[in-house]
């Protein structure tokens, strides 16, 4: 590949930069009016309180649409649903091929399979450590570790310089599920020369080092010996290595292990289709476990995060059909709480705790967890190693990326540049810099609709859960004469002795036919005034009542 004097490589976050969650990173080459693009994930979110009934949230990928026919394709990290999860959902929009690893691949296909696409879309599967080119991008995987089977970095070479992608990473020695961090790789990449490095910042404010799972297997099976009665256990799914440590401390204390929850379950079929999990014992199922002595069984666990359905939250709740835990047993969370989720979990172990159940936590169990992201030290390592010209911190709020910035230019890093989602960064020729700003945003999937950020949906049930509904409703003849009503009811309003509910709805309604007295002959022929009138008078006076503003529904029938 030649390259002419116009041409540039940018990269461009439209998600994942200033949050945690929704990776999306974008890599150009070519002149501007001409770039060809790659992408390196295509991740979700979550939504919280702020987002009511919003199952997902992706990012907005109209900016790339648009140029669509110049993306060359997806290489997909790790299967992490911040990398993978939005795939399915945007796929038809980008319709580019997908490249990723025989783990991240199996888990693709499943998905795509679920959204009726796995007969459209090209997956390429990249063994580890292998390469491929797409366009005048060569990329060759580099093998790190982190907190799912097959993390890869991805060497970027482009005619205008090389660029390391990390993606998510830690340095384990000892990852017990795949291998170590592929230094070796990294070293001679350094060698070569690196102009930027787009890294992880997740744990940029830790110092030390992240720690070795073999260290959490001696932890755990230490623990999980001390125990009597039954015991659970939660951890993230998609931890395969974790939860072949929790099958092997079972094991290791004569307890058959019972896999509760549909994505343990998935996980532990894609682990196997990879070669993970060798070696251990059938899974007993739910409904045999129930038979076993508390102290012969291991439940593992889906649902570390509090989340409503999965399977923790099920048993705390007692409505789990075959799985009880009560006086006498214990659940370790071997997780960590991910920023949001305090309350639910929370919520979660008090259940737990009420029905007489031992808890143990990374807070007063240390080393039952680790990260899978690189700490202070483990950053200072890479960059010794990698030595780029430019650090490009990703993966992290904006408090990360700025200390991100910060320690690269501690470590001697030339030019530091913590972008913003939608900053379309120049790389090369000349000094890094931001060039432009293309729009970037979110889109939420809401009851399965994808859906704007702004939309009415949300909005409206946003401001109704704060400050509940009145429904007004009228029926006039065809010369605006009231037939029936008006009648006013609540939904979510507050009514007390003093003034009981059924009296506010009354003088509401007293209020409403007093305004539509006020209307002209005319107006009251038209629906829209009518509507207008009642809902300006109701909101008013819910107003003088609550002192909040609902959301206020009127229906004019005309009889
Ligand atoms: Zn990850
Ligand atoms: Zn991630």
């Avoid at 997806?74 to 929009?93: C, K, Q, S």
């Avoid at 890869?152 to 992608?165: D, E, K, Q, S, Y």
């Avoid at 007295?517 to 300006?536: I, T």
Wanted: include cysteine; charge should be negative; glycine fraction near 8%.
């Amino acid at each position: 590949m030649t390259k002419s004097k116009l041409d540039e490589l940018v990269f461009l976050p439209l998600g994942g930069s200033n949050e945690i969650g929704m990776n999306f990173n974008l890599y150009g080459f070519g002149p501007p009016h001409d770039r060809k693009w790659i992408v390196v994930d295509l991740g979700v979110t979550f939504g919280d309180q702020t987002t009511p009934g919003v199952e997902l949230i992706l990012p907005d990928p109209t900016f790339i649409e648009e140029h669509a026919k110049d993306i060359l394709g997806i290489v997909l990290t790790h299967a992490h649903e911040d990398h993978i999860g939005a795939v399915a959902w945007l796929w038809p929009r980008l319709k580019a091929p997908l490249y990723a690893t025989p783990f991240t691949a199996f888990l693709l296909r499943e998905k795509l399979r679920e959204a009726g696409l796995l007969s459209e879309v090209s997956i390429t599967e990249i063994p580890l450590s292998g390469s491929f080119s797409l366009g005048p991008f060569d990329l060759t995987l580099i093998t790190l570790t982190h907190s799912i089977p097959e993390p890869n970095g991805v060497a970027i070479r482009t005619p205008l310089g090389t660029i390391l992608h990390t993606g998510d990473w830690k340095i384990d020695p000892d990852p017990l599920t795949g291998d170590a961090t592929d230094e070796a790789a990294i070293r001679a990449l350094g060698d070569e020369g690196i102009l930027a490095m787009v890294c992880d910042s997740t744990n940029v404010f830790v110092d030390g080092e992240a720690g070795s799972e073999a260290d959490v297997r001696e932890t755990l099976n230490a623990l999980i010996g001390t125990l009597k009665g039954k015991v659970a256990t939660a951890c993230f799914a998609s931890n395969v290595a974790r939860m072949d440590t929790i099958i092997r401390a079972a094991e290791a204390n004569d307890r058959r292990v019972c896999l509760v929850g549909r994505s343990m379950i998935r996980m532990s079929q894609a682990a196997r289709s990879v070669g993970l999990l060798e070696g251990v014992k059938p899974f007993v199922s739910d409904s045999e476990a129930g038979y076993f002595p508390g102290d012969k069984v291991l439940y593992l666990c889906t649902g570390s995060q509090g989340e409503a359905r999965a399977a923790l939250s099920r048993i705390a709740d007692g409505t789990h059909p075959h799985v009880k835990l009560g006086q006498g047993d214990a659940c370790v969370f071997s997780s960590r709480i991910i920023p949001g989720n305090e309350v639910p979990i929370r919520n979660l172990q008090n259940k737990l705790a009420d029905r007489g159940v031992r808890l143990y936590t990374e807070r007063d169990h240390p080393g039952i967890h680790v990260s899978g992201h690189p700490c202070r030290d483990e950053l200072k390592r890479m960059y010794q190693w990698a030595r780029p010209e430019i650090a490009v911190p990703t993966h992290g709020e904006r408090r990360h990326l700025l200390e991100h910035a910060a320690l690269a230019k501690d470590l001697q890093v030339p030019q530091a540049i913590a972008p913003r989602n939608g900053d379309m960064v120049r790389l090369a020729p000349g000094r890094a810099e931001i060039i432009d700003e293309v729009p970037a945003g979110r889109l939420y999937v809401d009851a399965g609709v994808v859906t704007p950020e702004n939309g009415d949906a949300l909005r409206e049930r946003r401001h109704a859960s704060f400050n509940g509904v009145l429904a007004i409703s009228i029926a006039l003849d065809g010369r605006g004469r009231i037939a029936s009503g008006p009648q006013v009811r609540a939904l979510g309003m507050p009514g007390d002795d003093d003034y009981p509910l059924s009296e506010a709805m009354d003088d509401l309604a007293e209020e409403a036919h007093r305004a539509l007295g006020k209307l002209s002959a005319d107006d009251r022929e038209d629906d829209h005034a009518v509507e207008a009138m009642l809902s300006r008078t109701v909101k008013k006076a819910a107003f003088r009542i609550w002192k909040r503003r609902p959301v206020v529904e009127t229906t004019v029938l005309r009889v």
